[in-house]
């Protein structure tokens, strides 16, 4: 026993002693890894965004620790290794948007990234949980966020008037997008997920689904979306018309999705891409524009990264689809399988009206329909508003190709009518005169 004491207590001595060695070189290594510090680069600034001291004072509080040339490190920030996850986070925040230089930017450009950090804000995405459990003074409170969208001001201006766009022919050869989706040419006979008119930068957009991603939103299988689903957001820039309604006119550019969880797992599951202008050129150099699209939908995890809510019953799902939007009358066909033409907002009815083709083949015309729905805010997006209600529908039906149509209108209670001959004629003339939103088309 006294043998076994003995060893005991000489283990228990040679332990202790290697701990207190292993202590101080952990001390020393430690130390030593202070001084492998690369510098976070502080840049004089450039040019500060333009906004009131009220908003600005929000950006500094909040974003400037990241998103600007400040140094703004808490002392425990400056501790090896965590100095270096730091540095790393800075530097990322930087590029995507850096306060400090933004005001060198197009006044567009500028709105575009503050309404994109108010939108981060809203969704609870930025400031980072990480960044902010550390730094508490840095959340943004609901009065900072309502400061910022006060000074914002969506639809704050009348779109200028424009000429009728002209036609668009896409390219006989369209490149792919630098992250390497290729363009589909055939979204222009996919149908109607949603609208979108956008108050933050005076556009509208039609999201257009291909066979799957419609079958999937009518089922409310977007949790996740199915494979080979696709999406297409074709936006136009917004002019007032004679009549003084808002309607498309110059088109911008369009936006593709395409879901595939193995093939493009290292960007959430999507293939991304953007065509601008009506040469349909890819934006971005490289595989690095992602990025871009990646960030900018990363708030939407929870929606398999997707901001559209198609219209679509809800399937216990309302903050996927827009059941609203989609609880209409019976009408003289299904919008949603039929042809969108053009879409127009009134601001003075708060509206927004969407007219749609249906080619009878079996007499040799088309049917044309325009539905309106009272426009309501897009809870994705702040800026952008979506259909909401269902307002009112307006049918023009043809017995054949020579036959003067026949007008009826079907009200929000579904009841038909058929206005007097006068009243019938104007409206027949108006929207037959509709100028259709310009084709993609070879």
């Known amino acids: 026993m006294q043998l076994y004491g003995r060893r005991r207590d000489r283990l ?25 510090r690369p510098s976070i680069p502080a ?50 925040a930087r590029r995507h948007l850096n306060f400090s230089t933004l005001g060198g930017k197009p006044v567009a450009a500028q709105r575009a990234a503050l309404f994109e950090a108010v939108n981060m804000a809203q969704l609870d995405a930025m400031p980072l949980k990480s960044f902010t459990a550390l730094h508490p003074e840095a959340k943004i409170q609901q009065s900072d966020l309502a400061n910022l969208k006060a000074f914002l001001a969506p639809w704050g201006t009348i779109p200028p008037s424009q000429p009728d766009p002209p036609e668009i022919h896409t390219p006989s050869v369209t490149e792919s997008a ?34 799957i991603a419609t079958k999937a939103a009518r089922e409310g299988r977007v949790y996740p979306w199915p494979n080979g689903a696709r999406f297409a957001k074709i936006a136009w820039q917004q002019r007032t018309l004679s ?18 969880a193995e093939e493009y797992r ?18 971005g150099t490289d595989a690095s524009v992602v990025g871009e699209c990646t960030g900018c939908h990363a708030p939407m995890k929870q929606n398999d990264f997707v901001y559209t809510m ?17 609880s209409l009358p019976k009408l003289p066909f299904d919008p949603f399988e039929a042809t969108p033409i ?23 015309s088309s049917d044309l329909l325009m539905v309106t729905w009272h426009e309501e805010a897009d809870s994705h997006w702040f800026g952008a508003r979506i259909p909401g209600s269902f307002l009112e529908a307006e049918s023009l039906q043809r017995l054949s190709a020579t036959e003067t149509p026949e007008y009826t209108r079907i009200d929000q209670d579904g009841q038909i009518s058929h206005p007097s001959t006068a009243e019938a004629k104007e409206h027949v003339m108006m929207l037959e005169k509709l100028q259709p939103l310009p084709a993609l088309s070879h």
């Not at 088109?251 to 395409?258: G, K, L, T």
């Not at 219209?311 to 989609?326: E, V």
């Open 43 to 92: 840049p004089p600034e450039n040019v500060e965004v333009h906004a009131p001291e009220s908003a600005t004072k929000v950006l500094r509080t909040s974003c400037y620790s990241c998103h600007s040339n400040e140094r703004r490190l808490s002392w425990f920030d400056e501790i090896v290794p965590a100095y270096w996850l730091v540095r790393r986070d800075v530097l990322d």
């Open 243 to 260: 009549t003084g309604l808002i309607g498309p006119g110059e088109f911008i550019q369009v936006e593709m999705m395409a879901k595939g």
């Open 266 to 283: 290292s960007s959430d599951g999507w293939g991304w891409g953007r065509w601008k202008g009506p040469n349909l050129k890819p934006y």
């Open 342 to 364: 053009t879409m127009f907002v009134d601001r003075n009815r708060g509206t927004i009206s969407v007219l749609f083709r249906n080619d009878t083949a079996i007499r040799g």
């Open 178 to 211: 630098p992250g390497g989706l290729a363009f589909d040419d055939g979204f222009v006979g996919w149908h109607l997920l949603s609208v979108t008119d956008r108050g933050d930068n005076n556009t509208f957009r039609f999201i257009l689904g291909n066979d």
């Open 310 to 326: 198609p219209i679509s019953a809800d399937h216990g799902k309302p903050d996927a689809l827009n059941a609203t939007a989609a």
């Open 12 to 36: 228990s001595k040679s332990i202790k002693r290697n701990s207190g060695i292993l202590f101080v070189c952990g001390l020393l290594l430690f130390a030593l890894l202070q001084f492998f």
